[in-house]
């Protein structure tokens, strides 16, 4: 018999979240980027919670890093930031939407006259 390859907690992620399984706000997606507002963490705030807001401090994660950073679900991280939302205590931003590719015509055009520079 082998031993686990990973330092995850055989703790159900549904006990970080309090029973809770989905946030109560869909706006959180993967990419979605988490910034900590700087005030002071209530006293009776779970672990879990305390744990996200202690990641972000005055900085920021997606949900994605902070869910790796913390060895939790990303599902998990969507319900406690949620409540960290709520609360106040933490900022979200939807994530970068991906740009347009221009078009091929005008990189060859540009291409072009960057050549006719070089000579």
Do not use: F, N, W
Not at 75 to 100: H, K, N, Q, W, Y
């Amino acid at each position: 018999m082998t031993g686990r390859r990973t330092g995850r907690p055989l703790v159900p992620a549904y006990l970080s979240t309090g029973g809770v399984a989905r946030p109560a706000r869909a706006c959180l997606e993967r990419l979605t980027v988490l910034t900590g507002t700087g005030e002071p963490a209530p006293p009776a705030l779970p672990a879990a919670q305390h744990a996200l807001l202690d990641m972000l401090g005055d900085g920021s994660l997606t949900v994605v890093e902070a869910a790796a950073l913390l060895e939790l679900p990303v599902s998990a991280i969507r319900v406690l930031a949620d409540e960290l939302l709520g609360r106040g205590l933490i900022l979200s931003r939807p994530p970068v939407p991906v740009a347009e590719l221009p078009e091929p015509d005008l990189l060859k055009r540009v291409a072009d006259g960057l050549r006719a520079l070089k000579h």
